[in-house]
């Protein structure tokens, strides 16, 4: 609760920081509302994403142990070989303020026989299909990173920005309207008093 003397100037300073306050709400509403209209149509394409690399994760790993089971773990290991070196092109946008990252050249992994460290006369098909199943995988992981952290991002400044919201309305401004009615009634019943006064020194004058 605001504590002040109940004067007039106070009475003013409290109107207008409570105009001030709901400028600020009806921005942050409408910052609320672009964000929702921004997250939603991404929201259903990431939940999607997250299911798909859960399934291509699943058979990768099912894959992987029929590998490893006919082969061993060494001729697992040389189906990732050469190592290569991962570079992304990351773009930064602003959504309301919000910065969130976008991938603009997302590297893919799918590899030929010729591409592998290893010989495909000598190399069963087990191996290659594991192989293939977690190339898939990484070149989906890493062209889901930017959605996420696009989705992320925009969640967050929602979840602020819907606090903030919160926090104007439900407190400040409550407390602000208390405030001006508190001294409101403190003026008017001062001024009652003053008016009182006044007519009794007239009465007083008169007789």
């Known amino acids: 609760m605001i504590r002040a003397a109940p004067t007039r100037a106070e009475l003013l300073r409290a109107r207008r920081l409570l105009e001030r306050v709901r400028q600020g709400a009806d921005l942050l509403r409408k910052k609320r509302e672009a964000l929702v209209r921004t997250l939603v149509p991404l929201a259903r394409p990431v939940a999607e994403e997250r299911r798909a690399i859960a399934e291509t994760a699943a058979s990768a790993y099912a894959a992987e142990v029929d590998a490893l089971a006919l082969h061993g773990e060494g001729a697992v290991a040389a189906t990732g070989w050469p190592a290569r070196t991962v570079e992304l092109d990351l773009a930064i946008e602003r959504v309301w303020g919000v910065v969130v990252p976008t991938v603009e050249?997302?590297?893919?992994?799918?590899?030929?026989?010729?591409?592998?460290?290893?010989?495909?006369?000598?190399?069963?098909?087990?191996?290659?299909?594991?192989?293939?199943?977690?190339?898939?995988?990484?070149?989906?992981?890493?062209?889901?990173?930017?959605r996420e952290a696009h989705v992320r991002a925009l969640g967050g400044a929602l979840a602020r920005t819907s606090r903030q919201l919160h926090t104007l309305e439900q407190r400040v401004a409550p407390e602000l309207a208390e405030r001006i009615a508190t001294v409101g009634r403190a003026l008017s019943e001062r001024d009652r008093e003053d008016q009182t006064r006044l007519r009794k020194l007239r009465e007083r004058r008169a007789r």
Request: a neutral charge.
């Open 105 to 146: 050249h997302a590297p893919t992994f799918d590899r030929d026989l010729a591409a592998r460290a290893t010989a495909p006369a000598a190399t069963g098909g087990a191996l290659f299909e594991a192989a293939n199943r977690f190339e898939s995988l990484a070149t989906r992981l890493v062209a889901a990173v930017a």
